[in-house]
């Protein structure tokens, strides 16, 4: 079993970044997937990034291409996500997920992943 903690949200002002952080408890697993989801009041959740391992290879949504990077910290066992020139369309609640395998590409975006964390609110506003 995976139990994941999503820190790093907050309210900013538009322009500026936050890098969002999931710690994964527990022992580490290999290979893996984990993947970062929002979901904004009335709207259906979306993906952002996902990262995979070993051969690390990452993944973007279309709305954030160009503005995030994701990351894995293997010691530590956590991937973050540094989110740059952030807008007001980017406030929601973030997710964490993942999965105990190597998830095929096309496959990330619609995975059921198995383990999700409790999320973090961030809040883009002037």
């Known amino acids: 079993q995976v139990q994941l903690v999503e820190t790093g949200g907050g309210w900013v002002q538009p322009g500026v970044s936050l890098r969002l952080s999931c710690a994964a408890s527990?022992?580490?697993?290999?290979?893996?997937?984990m993947a970062w989801f929002r979901q904004a009041p009335g709207k259906e959740r979306e993906f952002v990034a996902a990262i995979r391992w070993p051969g690390i290879s990452t993944f973007y949504g279309d709305s954030v291409k160009g503005r995030c990077a994701i990351s894995r910290d293997s010691a530590k066992n956590t991937v973050f996500l540094q989110m740059n020139n952030l807008t007001p369309e980017d406030t929601g609640v973030y997710y964490c997920a993942a999965a105990q395998q190597r998830v095929i590409n096309s496959y990330v975006y619609t995975f059921p992943y198995p383990y999700w964390g409790q999320g973090t609110q961030v809040t883009v506003s002037s």
């Open positions: 527990g022992r580490t697993f290999s290979p893996g997937t």
